[in-house]
């Protein structure tokens, strides 16, 4: 792989947000937060009629797109802001592009501006990433 400043990351996408996962990562996680899986309370938030998906599932989405094209153990840096909601039955793309190449202690380094968008083409979470991949 040889990565340049300008590459496009390939896309990573989800056709539908599942409220069934969302409900079960909450048991899972223990999550209290009624707006994952109680359409009614967001309704009450005033968020509209459905469920809205834990933010650390939303950047999962983004670190599936950077191991898929890098691989499994490929993260190095990861810091995100997450900028808006991901509602059930919407569809999400992870993306980015590359920013820098370098080598540093034996490993070639990449860092990358890389983001998550809705279906309708709104941000969700906008992170920049730095992974490494083979020489």
Request: aromatic residues 6%; glycine residues 8%; charged residues 25%.
């Amino acid at each position: 792989m040889e990565p340049s400043v300008g590459q496009r990351l390939p896309e990573w996408k989800l056709e539908s947000v599942s409220a069934e996962r969302m409900k079960l990562l909450a048991a899972i996680l223990r999550d209290p937060n009624p707006i994952h899986w109680d359409p009614d309370e967001v309704a009450k938030r005033g968020l509209g009629h459905r469920v809205i998906n834990q933010g650390p599932t939303n950047l999962g989405y983004i670190t599936n797109m950077l191991m898929d094209w890098a691989g499994p153990s490929c993260i190095r840096h990861l810091e995100a802001r997450f900028t808006s909601n991901v509602f059930d039955g919407e569809s999400v793309v992870a993306t980015g592009v590359v920013t820098a190449v370098r080598e540093e202690n034996g490993e070639r380094l990449v860092d990358c501006d890389v983001w998550l968008d809705r279906g309708d083409g709104s941000r969700a979470v906008d992170a920049r990433a730095t992974v490494t991949v083979p020489a």
